[in-house]
C-alpha cells in the first residue's frame, strides 16, 4: 500500500480512530495489528523476514545487555547477521545470477525462472536502525528493550518502514509508552505536515520526474547540453521532494498517533558548504553514519596517528563514511562514485583548516554565503549523475554538458514553423530549447524551500494569516485532484533503497 | 540571492504559534475557497470565449480518438438538432466512409436528406463498439445504426486489450449506469472536460502527443469522417514460410469466429430492436488478398454466411463487401483501409443501399423523434 493513495488515508483513519479510542494497555498491540496489516499489503514473506530479523536482534540485545563478558563479541554478531541479512537480500543482484549458474552446474537448478529474491521493503532502514539498538546497548547508551512487542514496533512501525525517518531506540521506544495527546494544534501541525508532503510528492517530484524523458539517462549525448543541465536540476528537485515528502507525509500520518518522528531534510539545497549539506539532508541517515562509522573511525584512528591533522585522520574518516553511504543504498561502482565524491567534498572543504582557523559560515560576508551557496548547490547536483545513472552513462552525460559542441543554438524558426503549422512535430527536443515547465514548476519548489528557510520554520505557513493558509489549501486540493487524473503515478524512489 | 543567517545547526522548528479558533475553521474556509475555485472555473469553462479559445474537450479517455468523436457527435447534434444515422466501426469506418457522400447520393435517388455521422474509432472490435453502441442509441435515439464490420471483429485475440480499458474507463462505467464519483464529476464539469486534454502536460512527450491530436482534430471532418491520404502501393501476399509474419490474425490457430464476439453482434441487434432503431450491418470490402491471410476465400465464406445469418436472426439487414472490382488499388492506403479516393466510392455505395431500401422496402431512416431533418 503506497502512503499517497486514498486507501492509505482509509488505512489510517480506521488505525488512528483505534488507536485513540483504545486504553493505553492495548494500543501496541493495536499497532502491531496495523504494522502486519501494512506490511501484508506489500507482501506477506515480508512479514516473515522482518520478524525474524527483529526478533535475532531482540534477543541479541537482551544479552549484550546481561553479559558481563563477551558483550563486543555479541555485538558484531549481531552486526554482522543484520549485514548480512541486507547482503542476501539487498545486494542479491550481485550473487544470484553465479549462484544460479553453479546450481545449475550441479544439476540442482533445473527451473527457467531461475532463484528469485525480494527485496523486503524497508530492510535498508531496518537494518541501521537494529545496528544501532546493539550498539548503543552495547555502549550503555540504551538499556535493552524487555518487552518484545515494543521492541517488534521498533523495527516494524509503519509509518517509518519504507523510507525512514532511521529513529534511535533511546529515542523512539519511550514514545510508545506516552504518545502525545491529540490537540488542535497537533492536528493543524500533522495535517500540514502531509499536505506539504503530499505536495511536494505527487506536484512537484512526480511532475518533474514526469517531465524527464526517460532516454536522457540512457543516451544523454543525443542531446543538447541546455537540456541536459536543466533536466539534472529537475532530478536534484525530483529525489529532493520526492524524498521530503514521503518523510513529511510519514511525520504527520505518526503525528496524528501521537509519536513524533525526527525531521529528515532541512531545506538542503540552501547549504552553505558540503558538511552543512551533510546536516541538512537525510538527517537521519547522516547522523547514523556520524555516530557509528565517522566517530568510531576516527577515534580509532586517533590511537595510531594521535595528531589531529595527519594526513590519515584527515582523509580516511570522511572518506570511508561517505562510502559506507553510497554502499548503503547500493551496491554498485556509481553508489560508490557518488559516495566517494561526497567524501572528496568533505576532505577539501577541510584542507583550509589546516593552516587558518575556521571561519563560520555565519559570520562571513554575505555575498560569500551566496557564492558558497551556489557552489554548493552545483557540487551536490553534480554527484546526483553517478547516483541516478551506471558510471559509462554518468561519464557520457557529464561530458554532453561540459563539450563546447554540445551547447547548441536553440532552433526557433523550426519552432515557429511547428506552431504556424508549417511542419510537422516530429520532435520537440530539436529545438534546443529547455523545457519551460521544469521551470513552471521548479519556481514554485524553490519558493517553498525559502519560505521554509528564511523563517527558519517549516511550518511557517500555520503562521500566516488564515485566509491564505485556506486558499493555498484550497489551491493544493485541487491542484491534487488535477493531477490524480494523470496517466501515470511513480513510486517513491527511496522506497528502492 | 540574500543569505539570511542560520545557523548549520538550527533546524527548522515547528511553528509554536496558538491556534485559538482552531485548525478546522481554517479547513471551512478552505472547503469554501475550493468551492469558489470550482465555481469560478465551471463558470469560465461554459463561456464561448474558452470553447472557442480551447481546441477539444476530453472525458479522460486512453482513446484520444473516442473523446474526440464523442465531442464531434456532441457538435453535431447541436448544429443539426439530431442524427439520423450512425456508423459504428473501428479505423476502417474512421477513414472509409463520408457522411457527406452518403447524404448527397441518399437525397439524389430519395429526395430526403439524412444527418449522418461517422463514429469509426481506431482499434474498436465488436465487443467495445457494442458498448458504445448502447450509449449512442440511448443518448441519440438514431433511426438507423450501420454497423460495418469485418473477419478480424470476430477473432477471440484481436482488441482484447484494448477491451479490457475501454471498459474499465470511469467516465464510460459511468456511462453504463455504474456510478463513480470520478465519471459523474467528468460527465458533469465542462471545466474538468476542457482540462483533460491538458492533463498529461506533465510527460516530456506531451508536446508531440498534443500536437499529433490536434492535427488529428483538424483533418477530422465535423462529420466524423477522417480521410486517409496514404496510397497502397503494392499487394503483399502472405508468406506461408513466415506464418509469425502474418499482421492480421493470430498464425498459431486457423480462423473461426468466437462465440463470444458473436454474442455482442446479437446484443447490439437486440438493443436497437428494443430502442426502434434500425440497423444495417455492412461488411467492409478489405482487398482480397486479405483473405488469404485468414486462410482463403473459403474460410471468408463461410464468415459471411455466419454473420449474415445471425444478423437476419436478429431482424437487421446484411450487406455483404461490394465486388474487390469496385474499389481500385488507388482508392486503398493498405490491404484493410480506404483512402481518400476509395471512400467516396464506398459511401456512394451505402448511399444507393440505403436509398434502395427506402424506395423498395419503405424503410424510413429520418428520426423523427429527435428533430426533423427536411430541408
Same mark, same amino acid.
Not at chain 1, 51 to 58: E, I, M, P, R
Not at chain 1, 283 to 292: A, E, G, H, K, P
Given at each position: 500500500m503506497n502512503i499517497t493513495i486514498a486507501s492509505f488515508a482509509a488505512f489510517m483513519?480506521?488505525?488512528?480512530?483505534?488507536?485513540?479510542?483504545?486504553?493505553?494497555?492495548?494500543?501496541?498491540?493495536?499497532?502491531?495489528?496495523?504494522?502486519?496489516?501494512?506490511? $501484508?499489503?506489500?507482501?506477506?514473506?515480508?512479514?516473515? $523476514?522482518?520478524?525474524?530479523?527483529?526478533?535475532?536482534?531482540?534477543?541479541?540485545?537482551?544479552?549484550?545487555?546481561?553479559?558481563?563478558?563477551?558483550?563486543?563479541?555479541?555485538?558484531?554478531i549481531g552486526i554482522a547477521f543484520d549485514v548480512f541479512t541486507l547482503l542476501i537480500f539487498k545486494y542479491s543482484d550481485f550473487y544470484i545470477p553465479e549462484l544460479t549458474a553453479f546450481l545449475a552446474r550441479i544439476g540442482m537448478e533445473k527451473g527457467s525462472g531461475g532463484i528469485q529474491l525480494l527485496m523486503p521493503i524497508g530492510l535498508s532502514f531496518t537494518t541501521v536502525?537494529? $545496528?544501532?539498538?546493539?550498539?548503543?546497548?552495547?555502549?550503555?547508551?540504551?538499556?535493552p528493550e524487555k518487552r518484545w512487542l515494543k521492541f517488534i514496533l521498533y523495527a516494524l512501525y509503519?509509518?517509518?518502514?519504507?523510507?525512514?525517518?532511521?529513529?534511535? &531506540?533511546?529515542?523512539?521506544?519511550?514514545?510508545?509508552?506516552?504518545?502525545?495527546?491529540?490537540?488542535?494544534?497537533?492536528?493543524?501541525?500533522?495535517?500540514?505536515? $502531509?499536505?506539504?508532503?503530499?505536495?511536494?510528492?505527487?506536484?512537484?517530484? /512526480?511532475?518533474?520526474?514526469?517531465?524527464?524523458?526517460?532516454?536522457a539517462f540512457v543516451q544523454p549525448l543525443t542531446y543538447s547540453a541546455q537540456m541536459l543541465l536543466t533536466w539534472l536540476l529537475a532530478y536534484a528537485f525530483v529525489i529532493y521532494n520526492d524524498f521530503a515528502g514521503y518523510t513529511s507525509i510519514a511525520r504527520g500520518v505518526s503525528g496524528f498517533l501521537g509519536i513524533e518522528l525526527s525531521s529528515n531534510f532541512n531545506t538542503p539545497y540552501f547549504s552553505r558548504s558540503i558538511a552543512e549539506f551533510w546536516e541538512r539532508w537525510h538527517?537521519?541517515?547522516?547522523?547514523?553514519?556520524?555516530?557509528?562509522?565517522?566517530?568510531?573511525?576516527?577515534?580509532?584512528?586517533?590511537?595510531?596517528?594521535?595528531?589531529? /591533522?595527519?594526513?590519515?585522520?584527515?582523509?580516511?574518516?570522511?572518506?570511508?563514511?561517505?562510502l559506507v553511504s553510497g554502499m548503503w543504498h547500493g551496491l554498485s561502482f556509481s553508489l560508490l562514485l557518488w559516495g566517494g565524491l561526497h567524501g572528496a567534498y568533505l576532505i577539501v572543504e577541510r584542507i583550509p583548516t589546516l593552516w587558518a582557523p575556521k571561519v563560520l559560515m555565519d559570520e562571513r560576508p554575505k555575498w560569500q554565503q551566496a557564492v558558497a551557496a551556489l557552489i554548493t548547490f552545483s557540487l551536490a547536483v553534480l554527484a546526483w549523475l553517478p547516483f541516478r545513472m551506471d558510471l559509462i552513462t554518468a561519464k557520457r552525460y557529464f561530458a554532453g554538458i561540459i563539450i563546447p559542441s554540445h551547447w547548441f543554438k536553440p532552433d526557433f524558426l523550426w519552432m515557429s514553423e511547428v506552431f504556424k503549422g508549417h511542419l510537422p512535430v516530429s520532435d520537440v527536443y530539436g529545438w534546443n530549447i529547455p523545457d519551460p515547465r521544469i521551470f513552471l514548476v521548479l519556481v514554485p519548489a524553490i519558493l517553498l524551500d525559502w519560505a521554509q528557510y528564511r523563517h527558519k520554520d517549516e511550518l511557517i505557513?500555520?503562521?500566516?494569516?488564515?485566509?491564505?493558509?485556506? &486558499?493555498?489549501?484550497?489551491?493544493?486540493?485541487?491542484?491534487?485532484?488535477?493531477?490524480?487524473?494523470?496517466?501515470?503515478? &511513480?513510486?517513491?524512489?527511496?522506497?528502492?533503497? | 540571492m540574500a543569505i539570511v543567517k542560520l545557523s548549520n545547526r538550527d533546524a527548522i522548528e515547528p511553528s509554536a504559534k496558538k491556534h485559538p479558533i482552531g485548525f478546522g475553521y481554517t479547513l471551512l474556509q478552505a472547503f469554501a475557497f475550493l468551492v469558489l475555485f470550482i465555481a469560478l472555473l465551471e463558470g469560465i469553462a461554459r463561456t464561448r470565449f474558452i470553447g472557442n479559445l480551447l481546441p477539444y474537450q476530453s472525458f479522460g479517455s486512453w482513446h484520444y480518438q473516442l473523446d474526440l468523436k464523442w465531442f464531434r457527435l456532441k457538435q453535431?447534434?447541436?448544429?443539426?438538432?439530431?442524427?439520423?444515422?450512425?456508423?459504428?466501426?473501428?479505423?476502417?469506418?474512421?477513414?472509409?466512409?463520408?457522411?457527406?457522400?452518403?447524404t448527397q447520393t441518399y437525397y439524389e435517388k430519395t429526395g430526403l436528406r439524412l444527418r449522418v455521422f461517422n463514429f469509426g474509432v481506431d482499434g474498436l472490435t465488436i465487443a467495445p463498439n457494442s458498448v458504445n453502441a448502447k450509449i449512442l442509441i440511448e443518448e441519440y435515439h438514431p433511426a438507423l445504426l450501420v454497423l460495418v464490420t469485418e473477419m478480424r471483429d470476430y477473432d477471440a485475440t484481436n482488441g482484447i486489450r484494448t477491451e479490457e480499458k475501454f471498459l474499465s474507463d470511469t467516465w464510460m462505467q459511468y456511462q453504463l449506469g455504474y456510478f463513480n464519483p470520478r465519471g459523474?464529476?467528468?460527465?458533469?464539469?465542462?471545466?474538468?472536460?476542457?482540462?483533460?486534454?491538458?492533463?498529461?502536460?506533465?510527460?516530456?512527450?506531451?508536446?508531440?502527443?498534443?500536437?499529433?491530436?490536434?492535427?488529428?482534430?483538424?483533418?477530422?471532418?465535423?462529420?466524423g469522417y477522417e480521410p486517409d491520404n496514404g496510397v497502397m502501393k503494392e499487394v503483399v501476399a502472405p508468406d506461408p514460410n513466415n506464418l509469425a509474419g502474418n499482421p492480421y490474425f493470430d498464425s498459431t490457430q486457423p480462423y473461426q469466429v468466437d462465440p463470444s464476439r458473436l454474442e455482442c453482434l446479437r446484443a447490439i441487434l437486440d438493443l436497437a430492436r428494443e430502442n426502434g432503431s434500425q440497423i444495417v450491418v455492412v461488411e467492409m470490402p478489405v482487398h482480397p488478398v486479405f483473405f488469404e491471410y485468414a486462410g482463403g476465400e473459403t474460410v471468408h465464406k463461410a464468415f459471411q454466411e455466419k454473420i449474415a445469418e445471425t444478423v437476419q436472426a436478429g431482424g437487421g439487414i446484411f450487406l455483404p463487401a461490394i465486388d474487390e472490382v469496385t474499389i481500385p488499388l488507388q482508392g486503398r492506403s493498405n490491404l484493410t483501409h480506404l483512402n481518400w479516393r476509395g471512400a467516396p466510392i464506398l459511401s456512394a455505395y451505402l448511399g444507393e443501399q440505403l436509398a434502395a431500401l427506402t424506395n423498395q422496402d419503405g424503410m424510413i431512416f429520418v428520426n423523427k423523434q429527435n428533430g426533423d431533418s427536411q430541408p
Open positions: 483513519l480506521i488505525v488512528v480512530l483505534g488507536y485513540r479510542l483504545l486504553s493505553a494497555r492495548f494500543r501496541n498491540i493495536w499497532l502491531f495489528v496495523a504494522c502486519l496489516g501494512f506490511l $501484508i499489503t506489500w507482501s506477506w514473506e515480508f512479514v516473515g $523476514i522482518l520478524l525474524v530479523l527483529g526478533t535475532v536482534n531482540y534477543i541479541l540485545g537482551g544479552w549484550i545487555g546481561e553479559a558481563k563478558e563477551g558483550r563486543k563479541r555479541i555485538l558484531w536502525q537494529l $545496528i544501532s539498538y546493539l550498539a548503543d546497548i552495547h555502549n550503555r547508551i540504551v538499556l509503519f509509518p517509518k518502514l519504507l523510507s525512514g525517518p532511521i529513529e534511535r &531506540a533511546r529515542v523512539f521506544l519511550p514514545k510508545l509508552d506516552q504518545p502525545q495527546p491529540l490537540s488542535a494544534e497537533s492536528i493543524a501541525r500533522n495535517f500540514t505536515l $502531509i499536505v506539504i508532503g503530499l505536495t511536494r510528492k505527487l506536484l512537484i517530484a /512526480d511532475v518533474l520526474n514526469a517531465l524527464i524523458p526517460s532516454a538527517i537521519s541517515l547522516s547522523n547514523w553514519l556520524r555516530d557509528y562509522i565517522f566517530f568510531p573511525l576516527s577515534r580509532l584512528l586517533r590511537k595510531k596517528f594521535p595528531r589531529p /591533522d595527519h594526513i590519515i585522520n584527515f582523509i580516511l574518516p570522511p572518506l570511508v563514511t561517505m505557513f500555520l503562521k500566516w494569516p488564515r485566509w491564505v493558509q485556506a &486558499a493555498l489549501l484550497a489551491l493544493v486540493t485541487l491542484g491534487l485532484f488535477l493531477a490524480s487524473f494523470a496517466d501515470s503515478a &511513480a513510486p517513491f524512489v527511496y522506497q528502492g533503497f | 453535431y447534434v447541436a448544429n443539426n438538432g439530431g442524427v439520423d444515422v450512425l456508423i459504428l466501426g473501428n479505423s476502417l469506418v474512421n477513414t472509409g466512409f463520408d457522411p457527406d457522400v452518403i459523474w464529476i467528468i460527465a458533469h464539469s465542462v471545466a474538468l472536460q476542457h482540462f483533460l486534454p491538458y492533463r498529461n502536460w506533465m510527460r516530456a512527450d506531451f508536446p508531440n502527443t498534443f500536437a499529433a491530436n490536434l492535427q488529428t482534430y483538424h483533418t477530422t471532418f465535423l462529420t
